[in-house]
C-alpha cells in the first residue's frame, strides 16, 4: 500500500467483495467508503459485505480494516477514518478495479490493518494563475489525491500574470485581469521570446461552490490563496486605484516578480475583505485562507507621501513594519470569518503576525524552525525536495523545467520535522506540502508528470511519517494503479519520447545553490525584496 499503514498483517481466509455489494452502519460512514469505491456501486443497507462502526476514542483520521471469510470490518474514528479506510481496501483489490465497468467480483485477501497519519496536512499546491487550468483538471486532480491520502489542495488563485475567481463586486478582476495577450516561453537567463497565444480563464463563483463539495467529499480541504501586497500587477490591471500611484498596469505576460504592489491603505484592506467574502461563501468551508506576503518590492510605499504619513500614524518606523501590520489586518478580518491566515515565510520575517498564523518556510527548514520556536504552526514547504516544477533529471530529456535535481528519492527522504529541532518545534509542524509552480506546466499532461511519482513519496512521508526500506517495491507496484487511473506520470526510468517535449536545459539553476542563498536571506528583516 502507499501510504504504508502503520499495522498491516495477513490473516487466513479472502472474501469476494461484488459490484454493487451491501454496506451498513451509520450513514456518513457507509457514504465515506462507497466514495472512496466508486467503481464498485455500493450499497447502503441494514446488513452487508462491509460493515461499519464509529469509534471516535480511535482520534481524527484513523481507522481499523478486518478483511475475513464473512467479509470486511471497519471501525473508523470519524468520517475521514472511514474513507480512508476504503481507499485502503482499494488497494488491495487488483489494479484493474481502478478502471471503470460494469458488474465484477473482486478477490479481498484476509488482513488487519490499524492506521491513523503522523500529519494533519498532506498538500499539493498548484499555481493556477501563471497558467490556468480548467475546472476538470482540479476535479481529476482532487481524486487522484483522495487516493493517496492527501488532504489539502493550495490553490494559488491570484499572480502577476493572472487573476482567476469571478467576483460580482469587482468583476473588472475576472473581466479584464483574468487573461493576458501572450506567455513568455525563453529559456531562463536568455533573450525574451514570446508565443503571441491569449491565455486566460478563471473559476466562477459556482464552480468553486462545486469544487469545494466535491473536495470535502473526498476528505480533501481547498486553501484558496490571494497572494499580497506584491505580485499585484493583474489585481491593478482591472483597478489600478488599488496602488500607491494609480497608474495602470497590464496582467504579466513574462516570468519573475514585478515591482507591482497594493497600496496598505484602508481602502484596499476592504475590497480584498470583499473578495474574501466572496470566496468563502462559495467554497462553503474554509479553515484556512493564504495571503502570501511573499517578494513583495516595497519602494512604492515608501515614495508615497500618502502611504508615509499613514506609516507614521500607526507608529510604525519604516515600510518593513508596515508590510507586517497590513498581513496582520487580513489575518484579523478572517478570523472574524472563522479562518487561519497562512503566509510564505517572508511574512514571518518581516515583522510580528497573529499568533496563529500558519507559516509556509519554502526558503528552507532553518527558518521553519525559527518559525516553530516563536510559536507559529508550520506547514513544510522547502523548494528541496518539495518544488515539484524543478526537474527530475539534470538532462535534456527531460522537459523544459526551472532547475534541478529533485527526485523521488529526495523526497521519500524529507522529514517534515527534523529530530534535531525541539520537541517543542516538533510538535508545530502540522505537515508538509509540495509546490507545483505552472510557468513551466503549461497543461494537465505535464502536470502529471511533474506531480506523479514524486507526490506518492509526499503522501507516504505525510501519512506515515517516513518513507521504509521497501518503498521503491511498493511503489513500483503502485504504478499499476496510476496507469489504470490514466495518469502520465514520469517513468521511473525517464520519460517517455512524448514526454520529454521541449528540452531542459540542465546547470542553470541548482538546487544547492538556491537553497544556500535562500538561507542567507532569511536572516533579513527586509528580505521580502524576491530572492529569486
Known amino acids: 500500500m502507499i501510504p504504508r499503514p502503520r499495522i498491516f498483517s495477513h490473516l487466513s481466509g479472502s472474501y469476494e467483495l461484488a459490484s454493487g455489494a451491501v454496506v451498513s452502519g451509520p450513514a456518513d460512514l457507509a457514504d465515506a467508503v462507497r466514495a472512496a469505491l466508486p467503481g464498485l456501486d455500493l450499497r447502503p443497507g441494514d446488513s452487508g459485505a462491509i460493515d461499519l462502526r ?7 483520521e484513523a481507522y481499523k480494516l478486518v478483511v475475513g471469510s464473512r467479509g470486511v470490518e471497519i471501525t473508523a474514528g ?3 477514518g472511514a474513507f480512508y479506510a476504503g481507499q485502503s481496501l482499494h488497494q488491495l483489490l487488483p489494479d484493474a478495479s481502478y478502471r471503470f465497468s460494469t458488474g465484477g467480483a473482486w478477490n479481498v485477501p484476509g488482513v488487519r490493518v490499524e492506521d491513523a497519519p503522523r500529519y494533519s496536512w498532506r498538500g499539493l499546491h498548484v499555481d493556477v494563475a501563471r497558467h490556468f487550468f480548467p475546472k476538470r483538471e482540479l476535479l481529476r486532480l482532487i481524486d487522484l489525491m483522495a487516493v ?8 494559488h488563485l491570484a499572480d502577476d500574470q493572472g487573476w482567476r ?3 460580482r463586486a469587482y468583476p473588472l478582476l475576472h473581466e479584464v485581469a483574468s487573461h493576458r495577450p501572450r506567455t513568455a516561453v525563453h529559456f531562463y537567463g536568455e533573450p525574451e521570446a514570446y508565443d503571441d497565444v491569449p491565455h486566460g480563464g478563471h473559476y466562477t463563483l459556482d464552480d468553486l461552490a462545486e469544487l469545494g463539495a466535491y473536495a470535502r467529499a473526498r476528505e480533501v480541504v481547498i486553501v484558496p490563496e490571494i497572494d499580497v501586497p506584491g505580485h499585484a500587477c493583474a489585481i491593478l490591471a482591472a483597478y489600478p486605484e488599488l496602488g500607491p500611484t494609480g497608474e495602470r498596469h497590464e496582467v504579466l505576460d513574462r516570468w519573475g516578480i514585478s515591482p507591482a504592489i497594493l497600496s496598505p491603505l484602508p481602502p484596499t484592506v476592504e475590497f480584498l475583505t470583499v473578495v474574501f467574502d466572496e470566496i468563502i461563501g462559495a467554497l462553503g468551508e474554509v479553515p484556512f485562507f493564504h495571503i502570501g506576503g511573499d517578494e513583495v518590492v516595497l519602494d512604492h510605499w515608501a515614495a508615497s507621501p500618502e502611504i508615509d504619513a499613514y506609516r507614521a500614524s500607526l507608529g510604525l518606523d519604516s515600510t518593513g513594519p508596515l508590510h507586517a501590520w497590513f498581513l496582520r489586518r487580513l489575518a484579523d478580518a478572517l478570523a472574524e470569518r472563522g479562518a487561519r491566515a497562512v503566509v510564505w515565510d517572508e511574512a514571518f520575517v518581516s515583522g510580528e503576525l497573529r499568533p496563529d498564523t500558519v507559516v509556509m518556510p519554502w526558503r528552507g527548514m532553518e527558518v521553519g524552525r525559527r518559525a516553530a520556536a516563536a510559536g507559529h504552526d508550520v506547514v513544510a514547504t522547502p523548494v ?7 526537474a527530475e533529471a539534470a538532462t535534456a530529456d527531460e522537459p523544459m523545467a526551472i532547475g534541478e535535481t ?19 518545534s516538533r510538535a508545530r509542524v502540522l505537515g508538509a506540502q509540495a509546490q507545483l509552480w505552472t510557468e513551466r506546466i503549461p497543461d494537465g499532461r505535464t502536470l502529471d508528470y511533474r506531480t506523479w511519482p514524486r507526490a506518492c513519496a509526499l503522501a507516504e512521508v505525510t501519512w506515515s ?23 502520465e506520470y514520469r517513468p521511473l526510468d525517464g520519460p517517455r519520447p512524448w514526454q520529454r517535449r521541449r528540452p531542459h536545459r540542465p546547470g542553470v539553476i541548482r538546487v544547492p545553490d538556491v537553497m544556500e542563498r535562500l538561507d542567507r536571506l532569511t536572516h533579513d528583516a527586509e528580505s521580502t525584496r524576491p530572492s529569486v
Not at 464509529?54 to 481524527?60: E, M, N, Q, S, Y
Not at 493517496?148 to 490553490?155: A, G, I, Y
Not at 529533485?406 to 517543542?424: G, H, K, Q, Y
Not at 517516513?466 to 489504470?484: E, I, K, V
Open 465 to 487: 511519517g517516513r518513507a521504509d526500506d521497501d518503498f521503491a517495491g511498493r511503489l513500483g507496484a503502485h504504478l499499476g494503479r496510476l496507469d489504470a487511473l490514466g495518469v
Open 384 to 390: 528541496f525536495p518539495l518544488y515539484f516544477d524543478y
Open 406 to 424: 529533485i527526485t523521488v528519492s529526495d523526497v521519500a527522504a524529507f522529514d517534515p520535522a527534523p529530530e534535531s529541532w525541539p520537541e517543542e
Open 148 to 155: 493517496h491520502k492527501l488532504n489539502r489542495l493550495h490553490l
Open 54 to 60: 464509529l469509534d471516535p476514542a480511535l482520534g481524527p
Open 165 to 167: 475567481v469571478e467576483s
Open 78 to 80: 470519524d468520517r475521514a
